[in-house]
């Protein structure tokens, strides 16, 4: 739950309720209780965006990383094709391969 301090700054806080019972189990009275929990709250949510933080860097290194691999399998394929285009004979067919690469 959420509460003002005495200056007015919001603060959380759990709620606890207990019942009191005399001898006979009749209820005589409720205990409750407020726990200040805005630290545990603040620890919380700069978890959060941490953790959002490093799943973005990660995704920003990983898409980085896929780029490089399919730029060089491509580097690759291109090389082949233009190695396989010299052994080609008929010159209409080896221009269109040598336009490729």
Do not use: W
């Not at 005589?28 to 953790?51: D, G, H, P, R």
């Amino acid at each position: 739950m959420e509460f003002l301090d005495k200056k007015g700054q919001k603060v959380y806080g759990r709620l606890t309720a207990s019942l009191i019972r005399n001898e006979r189990g009749d209820i005589t009275s409720i205990l409750v209780m407020i726990s200040n929990i805005t630290n545990q709250i603040k620890t919380e949510e700069e978890l959060k965006k941490q953790t959002h933080d490093l799943v973005k860097r990660i995704k920003e290194v990983m898409l980085k990383e896929i780029h490089h691999r399919v730029k060089n399998n491509l580097q690759v394929i291109s090389s082949l094709l233009y190695l396989g285009a010299r052994n080609i004979k008929d010159p209409q067919a080896q221009r269109v391969f040598c336009h490729i690469s």
